[in-house]
C-alpha cells in the first residue's frame, strides 16, 4: 500500500516516472526506425524500480491509465524536444505499451487526438504496444477502441506474438499493423529447427497479412544475420541497444537516415 501511495504521488508531481527508450533498426541497412518507450521509477529511496516490480500493483489499483497517460505524454515530449534539437524524428515510430484497463477509459481516443494535435506528430507515429493477454479482459471494448485508434491514424502493434492462447484468433478478429515476435523464439532462431520454423511461419503470416514484423530480444550478431536473412524487417534487442534515458542514448552508433 506504501508503494501504491508513492506511485499516486509520483503521478501527481515529480519527475519520478522516466521513459527509457529502445531503439529499433532497419534490419538491412541498420538505421534507426523507431523507439519502444519503456517505463522507469527513479524511487528517491528505493533507487530505480522496473515496471515487473510495480505494474501488477499499478493494474490491480487502477492506477495503470493515468501512468500509461503520464509515459505517453513524455515519451512524445521528448520526441518533440529531440525534432527541436533538429533530429530527423519524422521518420520514425515511437511504440508505447498499453495495459488492457485503457480500453474502459472512454477518454482515451480524444486524449490521443489531443496528444498529437497539439505536439503536431503524424498520428502514424504513435504505435500502441498491446500484448495477446491485455485483450482477453476486454474483447467487445477492444474492438471498438482499436477502430477508432485505426481511423485516428495510430498503429497498433500485438506484443509477444506467439506467446498467447490462440494468437491467431487475435489476428482474425481485431485489426493490427505490426507484429513483435516474442523473443523465446528469437533466442534459438539461428540453433534451433524449431524456432527458425515458427519464425519463418510467423514471416509468412505477417506477410500475407500486410502486417509490418518487428523481432525482439536480438540479442546476438548470428541472430540478427539469420534474422536479416530470413527477411524480418525490423530488430529491436541488446544487441543494437538496451533502453536508456533520453540522455543516454548514444546517437552516433545508431544510423539515422
Ligand atoms: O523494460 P522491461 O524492462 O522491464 O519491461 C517490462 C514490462 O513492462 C514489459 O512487458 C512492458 O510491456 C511493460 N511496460 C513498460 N513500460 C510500460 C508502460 O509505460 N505502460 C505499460 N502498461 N506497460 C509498460
Ligand atoms: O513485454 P515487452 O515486450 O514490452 O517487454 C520487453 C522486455 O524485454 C523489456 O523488459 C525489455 O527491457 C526487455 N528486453 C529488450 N531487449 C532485450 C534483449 O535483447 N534481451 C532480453 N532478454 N530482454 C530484452
Ligand atoms: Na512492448
Ligand atoms: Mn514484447
Known sequence: LALESELRRALDEEEQLVPYFQPFVD???????????LVRWRHPERGLISPAVFLPMAEESGLVTRLDRYMIDRACRQLVAWR????????????????????????LVDWLTEL?????????TLHLEITESALIDVPDIAVTVMQALTRLGIRLALDDFGTGYSALSYLHRYHFDVLKIDQAFVAEVDRKEESEAIVRAILALAAALGLDVVAEGVETAAQMHKLREMGCAKLQGFYFAAPAPADAIDWGRLVCE
Not at 534490419?27 to 518507450?37: C, K
Not at 530527423?88 to 498499453?98: E, P
Not at 498529437?116 to 502514424?124: G, N
Open 27 to 37: 534490419a538491412q541497412s541498420g538505421a534507426l526506425v523507431g523507439f519502444e518507450s
Open 84 to 107: 527541436a534539437e533538429g533530429r530527423r524524428i519524422d521518420q520514425l515510430s515511437l511504440h508505447l505499451n498499453l495495459s488492457s484497463a485503457n480500453f474502459h477509459d472512454p477518454g
Open 116 to 124: 498529437v494535435t497539439q505536439y503536431a506528430l503524424p498520428p502514424d
